[in-house]
């Protein structure tokens, strides 16, 4: 019997290609026509697998799902996912360890570079007949010999931890656990209790899950004790950082900026208060997707639905329920 593997987020033509090309005999895959919750329910209707990002899995879609054995993420977070809802009915959930730390961690020193250099900014100004030469050497800091802190020393906070080390940063990390002395030595990390590193660090990485302990972490309290001037880059989850207080910090200028992959809401609604300053960036949560890495990513999730399909163990690593 076919099993089929539904895309719970509408999927472009290349993209489908690359998962056609490694999709097992015997499965086939579709994607969704919309984003509505509507969309989701009747995507989830007649599958045997969802592969979900973006979109929340909420109870009512997981009660529309009759026959899905398994959720897998495209991804790691698992924020948005009903997961006792899953529980009840016996569907099992998976993530994409590790699949998508390379390019977060890219993406997350890219980020720092550009808001720490103004470069999206002086770009934005030129194309509109600018030369804002002097502006941009007033508001631009260097990343080298800067005081990183990393919340969240995971795949991606590691990542980003071994290519700092380049730029001759002193990185500091904040995590649940700490890393054994061996493991901090060869990352060129230091320890730090949270209110000790934001106060230390010139550039404020967020490289952790959203959890209901991280959830609104980052609030004005936190903000206040960084560094006037200091810079931060949110790669995570909107959640984590209370985007009121973020707002507040930037425009009473203790935050000189700050560059923001995620949202509370995404998209954003058009009057949100980061889409409309000069000290920000916003991209659209796309620090995990590279195209170069679909494939490897595509190839992952596959195999651990085959792995559900032929009644075999998924890598514990990936096996959230």
């Not at 020393?153 to 500091?172: E, H, P, W, Y």
């Not at 910090?249 to 609604?269: C, M, N, R, T």
């Amino acid at each position: 019997m076919t099993q089929k593997i539904v895309m719970l987020q509408p999927i472009g033509e290349e993209q489908e290609a690359i998962i056609r090309s490694l999709l097992p005999e015997g499965f086939t895959v579709s994607g969704i026509k919309g984003r509505s919750p509507d969309d989701v329910k009747e995507g989830v209707s007649d599958a045997d697998y969802g592969v979900w990002w973006d979109l929340p899995i909420t109870s009512d879609i997981v009660a529309a799902a009759p026959r899905i054995k398994l959720f897998h993420k495209w991804g790691v977070g698992i924020d948005n996912i009903d997961v006792e809802a899953c529980r009840a009915k016996g569907i099992r959930i998976a993530r994409t360890t590790g699949s998508n730390a390379i390019p977060v961690a890219e993406a997350t020193i890219g980020l720092m570079i550009a808001i720490a250099r103004r470069i999206v900014q002086a770009h934005v100004s030129v194309v509109a007949g600018g030369w804002p030469k002097n502006e941009v050497w007033r508001h631009s800091i260097l990343v080298s010999g800067k005081t990183v802190g990393i919340l969240g020393l995971g795949a991606i906070g590691k990542g980003v931890a071994k290519r700092l080390r380049g730029f001759d940063c002193t990185i500091l990390y904040h995590n649940r656990r700490r890393l054994p002395e061996a493991e901090e030595h060869a990352l060129g990390v230091q320890y730090r209790p949270l209110d000790q590193m934001l106060a230390e660090c010139d550039i404020l990485s967020l490289n952790c899950p959203l959890t209901p302990e991280t959830a609104g972490m980052i609030n004005a309290q936190k903000l206040a004790l960084m560094k006037k001037g200091a810079l931060l880059v949110n790669v995570a989850r909107g959640g984590i950082v209370v985007e009121v207080d973020l707002v507040a910090a930037l425009k009473s200028g203790h935050l000189a900026g700050a560059a923001v992959d995620v949202f509370d809401q995404e998209p954003p609604p058009a009057d949100h208060p980061l889409l409309h300053m000069q000290n920000v960036i916003c991209t659209p949560h796309t620090a995990s997707t590279a195209y170069e890495n679909s494939r490897r990513s595509v190839a992952h999730w596959l195999g651990n639905i085959l792995r559900v399909h032929k009644g075999e163990d998924i890598p514990a690593q990936d096996v959230v329920l």
